[in-house]
């Protein structure tokens, strides 16, 4: 079965700081992995994926994750964070092994940012 | 259409009757999701279909919740008798299994049962 462990429910950081939020994911198969974002009272969308091929992966906004197999983790990192990147963000994973998969979504980190 | 639409937006209703909640995938996408979210929480995945297959219906959290998905096309998530602890947002999701492409959601449904 495939989970998806984010370490730390809030995070807080002041604007133009460095933002790092952890993800760690279980999967018997390689995986597929997201980051998701939701702003304030609107719905999710996609930040980024990482599906084959290069490992660091970029997205919108400025933000960037890295798959890292040996430490089975997919942290999201941006180097500067603007007061409108506070969101909810939801790591996931899913079963590239199969033709079609649920994928199973992180518990979210709320992202603060200090002005 | 151009997107995942779901309706109705909010929905208020009271304890013990049923509610339909409806999800208008994208079209061309063979695959549909729905999840949950509850206040503060993550997203409860809840059951998928994909095309012609038997659903995946294994995150439904009691027999009083049931889905059903017409012609491969629209989605219906029923919840029967409504428990106060069934109030959340309904989100549904579609996408084209083995792209590699993330889900698109809708905006979801704010179901309050009082």
């Known amino acids: 079965a495939q989970s998806v462990t984010q370490l730390g429910s809030h995070v807080s950081v002041s604007e133009g700081a460095l933002v790092l939020l952890r993800c760690n994911y279980s999967?018997?198969?390689?995986?597929?992995l997201f980051w998701y974002v939701q702003y304030p009272n609107q719905g999710l969308q996609l930040l980024l994926k990482y599906t084959t091929g290069a490992t660091l992966v970029k997205g919108i906004n400025g933000f960037e994750a890295e798959f890292k197999k040996s430490e089975t983790s997919f942290h999201l990192t941006k180097p500067s964070a603007h007061m409108s990147d506070a969101a909810e963000y939801f790591c996931a994973v899913s079963d590239r092994g199969s033709s079609a998969s649920k994928i199973i979504f992180g518990s979210g980190t709320r992202l603060s940012i200090r002005p | 259409g151009a997107g995942v639409s779901q309706s109705p937006s909010n929905k208020v209703t009271e304890k013990g009757k049923d509610v339909e909640l409806r999800c208008d995938p994208i079209?061309?996408?063979?695959?549909l999701y729905w999840y949950r979210q509850s206040l503060g929480q993550g997203l409860e995945f809840l059951i998928y279909f994909q095309g012609n297959s038997a659903p995946d219906k294994s995150g439904l959290p009691s027999d009083r919740f049931s889905a059903e998905r017409t012609g491969g096309s629209v989605s219906t998530l029923t919840i029967q008798r409504t428990q106060q602890e069934d109030s959340a947002v309904y989100l549904c999701?579609?996408?084209?299994?083995?792209?590699?492409?993330?889900?698109?959601f809708g905006s979801g449904t704010r179901l309050t049962v009082v």
């Open positions: 999701a579609s996408n084209l299994p083995g792209t590699g492409k993330g889900y698109t």
């Open positions: 999967s018997s198969v390689p995986p597929y």
């Open positions: 079209s061309g996408h063979t695959a």
